[in-house]
């Protein structure tokens, strides 16, 4: 898909880690901030500005810098970075605060939605309506819970919801009220899937969006100590059948033209048998894109990343009718696929990393696109002397297997880290 990139990208995201990564492949030079500035995402030479390792053979400049809220981009240290930066990318959490976007906007180039689009689409109630206009199946949602409801029936959604934070049971107190915080959306039975769309500008005729793979999504499993509703991984690419394929193609398709979307996006579904829901909206880069980076080694398609992928939709660079042919004919084809857990701390008092904690941890770093059949390591690696609170992520499960045995493998790992770091 020609040359690699050779310009500097703001990534912020709450965790940047696998977008550096990404990004890096794609041949950016990457500036990034999150909320946790990991070993593994500064650099495990332990040299900040730089980077060389991998099959891939990476070798860019590097500067991670640590947030304590998104609102400290504004800062004027920070601003002197960013103005350094040709491109920006803004990942979990970002989309929530579209005027820090529109804040940044004037002094780069961004690439996927910006902050007054990200302000329109983010009221998920509007979107759902839209698509039940227009014919296709939603859940049952509300701005408020009539006082015949079962509340027991419902979740409280948050319109600032991100990787499950803000997710809740509906109570009796709920009952009757209006927040224009919160929706409310009924109970559907399913499994959680997540389906990874990839748009491009609408200039010219002919499809803009694409549906590029599919993954199964791990919510709520206690084995990763994560709490009610949180996302703690994902397992994929994988295959789908050709009938869910359409219905979800369709509504990928009808968004992003509703919308004006370009780049990498998901939506998330839930799904029983051939009946599919489309529930969440994620106008931005997802968690399980990252498999997609990692799954490209045993795949023919024309992107080596999924940065690079968002980064040409997004500047008109990518052959649209060339990667339909790509997933059509080809695409992730491996027996194996890939999987991702985010490990919790499941203790009940703060948990300093020491240096013998660290290094365990740190002995079984992986690169995702280093992955062999059957192996397994761990990613975002807090640094010595982190405080980690219960309920914080402490790392990140890598694996690849067959797709019937990789759930086994993390579930494996977390329990064996929760035995160490009790």
């Not at 940065?307 to 194996?336: P, T, V």
């Not at 300093?352 to 059949?373: C, G, N």
Request: net charge negative; with cysteine; glycine share 10%.
């Amino acid at each position: 898909m020609g040359n690699s990139f050779n310009s500097r990208i703001l990534i912020v995201a709450a965790s940047a880690r696998p977008w550096i990564r990404s990004a890096e492949i794609a041949g950016f030079h990457v500036t990034a901030f999150d909320f946790f500035r990991d070993w593994d995402s500064v650099g495990v030479e332990g040299q900040q500005g730089s980077s060389s390792r991998g099959r891939l053979g990476v070798t860019r400049s590097r500067h991670v810098g640590r947030l304590e809220r998104f609102e400290d981009l504004l800062n004027h240290k920070n601003l002197d970075l960013i103005s350094n930066c040709d491109y920006a990318i803004f990942a979990g959490g970002v989309e929530n605060h579209p005027a820090i976007i529109e804040a940044l906007a004037p002094g780069v180039e961004i690439l996927g939605a910006e902050g007054l689009q990200l302000a329109r689409i983010s009221d998920t109630l509007k979107l759902l309506t839209r698509l039940e206009e227009l014919g296709y199946q939603v859940p049952e949602s509300s701005s408020r819970l009539e006082d015949t409801a079962d509340p027991k029936k419902w979740l409280k959604k948050s319109f600032r919801s991100s990787s499950g934070l803000g997710i809740r049971q509906a109570s009796e107190e709920d009952v009757g009220l209006e927040d224009n915080s919160y929706y409310f959306q009924r109970k559907l039975p399913g499994e959680s899937f997540s389906g990874i769309f990839i748009s491009v500008p609408q200039n010219k005729p002919g499809v803009c969006a694409a549906l590029v793979g599919w993954t199964r999504q791990l919510i709520n499993e206690h084995w990763c100590g994560a709490g009610e509703f949180r996302y703690c991984g994902s397992i994929g690419p994988l295959s789908i059948n050709k009938t869910l394929k359409t219905k979800i193609e369709a509504i990928g398709q009808v968004v992003a033209e509703e919308y004006g979307i370009t780049g990498a996006w998901g939506i998330d579904f839930l799904v029983d048998g051939s009946e599919v829901w489309p529930v969440d909206f994620n106008i931005r880069l997802t968690a399980s894109m990252e498999l997609f980076d990692g799954a490209n080694e045993d795949a023919d398609v024309p992107f080596r990343s999924i940065i690079e992928l968002h980064a040409r939709a997004c500047l008109g660079k990518l052959d649209m009718a060339q990667l339909q042919r790509s997933n059509d004919q080809f695409g992730f084809k491996s027996d194996y696929c890939l999987g991702k857990s985010i490990v919790f701390f499941a203790g009940v008092a703060p948990l300093q990393i020491t240096e013998k904690v660290h290094r365990k941890l740190a002995s079984q770093w992986v690169l995702i696109d280093d992955l062999r059949p059957g192996g397994f390591g761990l990613a975002d690696i807090p640094n010595i002397g982190e405080w980690v609170k219960p309920g914080q992520p402490i790392c990140t499960i890598l694996a690849k297997e067959l797709p019937h045995r990789v759930e086994g493998v993390l579930k494996r790992v977390a329990e064996n880290l929760h035995r160490t770091l009790a």
